[in-house]
C-alpha cells in the first residue's frame, strides 16, 4: 500500500479558499446542518431563516461554493483549478438536486436563478462529451458534440462563463468541437449514419 502513488501528487498546493470549503464539506456536519436547514425551510418563511443562520458557518459556506462555480475569478489554468471547479460543481449539483430549497433561499442576490440553472446543465452536457471521449464513440461523441454546440449557441450570456474553463475541464475548445463534429460527419458516409445524425 506504502508504494501506491497519490493521485493529487501532480497537482498544485491547492488554493486556501478551496481549503475552507474542503474542510466544511468532508465535516459530518455538514450535511446535517444542510438537512436541518432544508427541514426548517419548509416549515418557517424564507427570510426569517436567513436572519437567523446570516453568520453560521454553513451559510457563509454555501455561498462561497456558489459565488465560485458561477462566476470564476479568472480563467482556469492547470490541474488543480480544473480539480477544485470540478468539486465545486458536484457540491452545487449535489445541493441543487436534493436541496433546491437551500440554494433558492442561501444563493447570493447576485446570482441569477435561471443561470444557474443553465450553467448546471451545460456541465452535465460536458461531463457527457467527456465520458464519450474516453468511450471513444463516434457516434456518442456525435450527440454530444452537437448537444454542446446547440447549448452554447443558444446561451450568449454564458459563453464567456464557458471559454473560462471549457479547454482545461474537457480538453476541448468551442472551435475545435465544430471541427471534430465535421470531420465526424466527414468519416461517415452510410445512410444509417445521416438517418441517426438527423
Not at 498546493?13 to 475552507?20: G, M, P
Not at 419548509?42 to 436567513?50: A, D, M, V
Not at 457563509?60 to 462566476?71: A, D, G, M, Q
Not at 461531463?127 to 464519450?132: I, P, V, Y
Request: glycine content about 4%.
Amino acid at each position: 500500500m506504502e508504494n501506491l502513488k497519490d493521485p493529487s501528487d501532480d497537482l498544485e498546493e491547492e488554493t486556501e479558499r478551496f481549503t475552507k470549503i474542503r474542510e466544511h464539506f468532508i465535516n459530518p456536519s455538514f450535511l446535517s446542518d444542510i438537512k436541518r436547514i432544508y427541514t426548517s425551510l419548509s416549515i418557517s418563511k424564507g427570510c426569517e431563516l436567513k436572519k437567523k443562520i446570516k453568520n453560521q458557518e454553513i451559510t457563509l459556506t454555501v455561498k462561497f461554493i456558489l459565488e465560485h462555480f458561477y462566476k470564476p475569478q479568472a480563467k482556469l489554468s492547470g490541474k488543480r483549478q480544473a480539480l477544485e471547479f470540478l468539486l465545486d460543481y458536484y457540491i452545487v449539483e449535489l445541493l441543487n438536486t436534493n436541496y433546491p430549497k437551500v440554494i433558492n433561499e442561501l444563493k447570493p442576490k447576485k446570482i441569477d436563478h435561471l443561470v444557474l440553472q443553465n450553467q448546471l446543465t451545460f456541465m452535465g452536457l460536458l461531463l457527457t462529451l467527456s465520458k464519450e471521449t474516453v468511450e471513444r464513440s463516434k457516434e456518442g461523441m456525435y450527440k454530444s458534440i452537437k448537444n454542446v454546440l446547440e447549448f452554447y449557441d443558444t446561451q450568449i450570456g454564458l459563453q464567456e462563463w464557458i471559454d473560462k474553463f471549457i479547454e482545461i475541464i474537457s480538453g476541448h475548445t468551442i472551435e475545435g468541437l465544430w471541427l471534430t463534429k465535421e470531420s465526424i460527419i466527414c468519416s461517415f458516409s452510410s445512410k444509417a449514419f445521416k438517418i441517426w445524425m438527423e
